[in-house]
């Protein structure tokens, strides 16, 4: 057990809809990492946050968005969800801005 | 972009062989990870290279950062069935308000019993 821990494990839903992913970093962990993994595409990097400021971007589509509240969890928000949105959602936590990374369990999010 | 060359893409092995995974930048890197996915599982972090040139070992997995900071490898000495996974290399770079982050696509080692 990581001390990270995301929900839902699982989410199911429709073209078109939009979700939101939650994530909770280890106790002291200022920033947030959010990655996206599919099979094809390996793990890609999302977004990073570090003490509710947006730190680094990475592959992130403009459909999606994300931010870090006050007490330190974070939210991915995916919009017009689309088939190729089915995949394999991290969160992980560190304590600085590029140290070793600790990884939730991950969010399954299945497109229909 | 940035270019993060992982191989190689599988490997498989018996056990008590000897594995090793290379990552390989066009750029200068500030420092490299490594972590480990188990099949089903989450990324486990492994170790952090700082240094130019820079040995790391953990029991039987051995760590190596280039001379020039722009490639990294990880070797297993007899690997074990509890070494099969995906072996992920996670390299940093630039600095300040500017820096990167890019995960290799990751070798997956399995290994025969």
């Known amino acids: 057990d990581s001390g990270v821990t995301q929900t839902p494990k699982h989410l199911i839903t429709a073209t078109g809809q939009r979700v939101t992913l939650r994530c909770s970093p280890r106790s002291g962990d200022l920033s947030v990492y959010w990655y996206q993994q599919s099979l094809d595409q390996g793990l890609q990097f999302l977004i990073q946050?570090?003490?509710?400021?947006?730190?680094a971007k990475g592959n992130i589509l403009e459909r999606f968005s994300a931010q870090q509240f006050p007490d330190l969890h974070s939210e991915l928000n995916l919009s017009s969800l689309e088939l190729g949105d089915s995949a394999l959602y991290f969160c992980?936590?560190?304590?600085?801005?590029?140290?070793?990374?600790?990884f939730g369990p991950g969010t399954r999010l299945t497109v229909l | 972009g940035q270019q993060v060359m992982q191989i190689p893409q599988y490997q498989h092995v018996q056990e008590g062989e000897d594995f090793t995974t290379y990552c390989n930048s066009s750029?200068?890197?500030?420092?490299i990870q490594w972590y480990k996915q188990r099949p089903g599982g989450h990324p486990v972090f492994l170790i952090q290279?700082?240094?130019?040139?820079e040995v790391k070992k953990q029991k039987r997995l051995t760590f190596q950062f280039g001379e020039a900071k722009k490639n990294s490898s990880l070797h297993i000495t007899a690997t074990q069935t509890t070494d099969v996974g995906t072996y992920f290399c996670?390299?940093?770079?630039?600095?300040?308000?500017?820096?990167?982050?890019?995960f290799g696509k990751g070798t997956l080692l399995t290994v025969n019993p």
């Open positions: 946050y570090y003490n509710g400021e947006e730190r």
């Open positions: 992980a936590s560190s304590v600085q801005t590029s140290g070793s990374q600790f």
């Open positions: 996670a390299e940093f770079y630039g600095g300040g308000s500017n820096y990167k982050l890019t």
């Open positions: 290279l700082v240094k130019s040139g």
């Open positions: 750029t200068t890197l500030s420092n």
